[in-house]
């Protein structure tokens, strides 16, 4: 690895462990927040259990999300996304035409 590189890789752990403790401020954060995803699910007129399996949780999951005891993360995540913006073109998608919400 060049010096310079190594030096600059170096320097940026050094600046991260100093904002971990609280030593610096980060110069930018990124915060997404969290979808509704009671209201995503009640949009498209399905159960808990229907929406569940249509997205791939189980409902247990889907309850912690709608109670915000958890969020959804990654891929179930960008699903919702998609749900909240396109509900009718996602439910054709993932179940074909015969749910119409």
Not at 2 to 22: N, T, V, W
Not at 26 to 53: C, H, M, N, Y
Not at 72 to 87: C, E, K, M, N, V
């Amino acid at each position: 690895m060049d010096d310079a590189l190594f030096a600059e890789l170096e320097q940026s752990i050094r600046e991260a462990g100093r904002i971990r403790r609280g030593e610096a401020q980060p110069s930018r954060e990124f915060r997404f927040d969290a979808p509704d995803v009671k209201a995503i699910r009640e949009r498209t007129g399905l159960s808990q259990s229907g929406f569940a399996q249509l997205i791939g949780v189980s409902v247990k999951t889907l309850q912690n999300w709608e109670q915000g005891r958890r969020h959804p993360q990654g891929p179930s995540r960008a699903l919702l996304t998609i749900f909240h913006a396109q509900p009718r073109m996602a439910v054709a998608a993932l179940h074909g035409s015969s749910v119409h919400p």
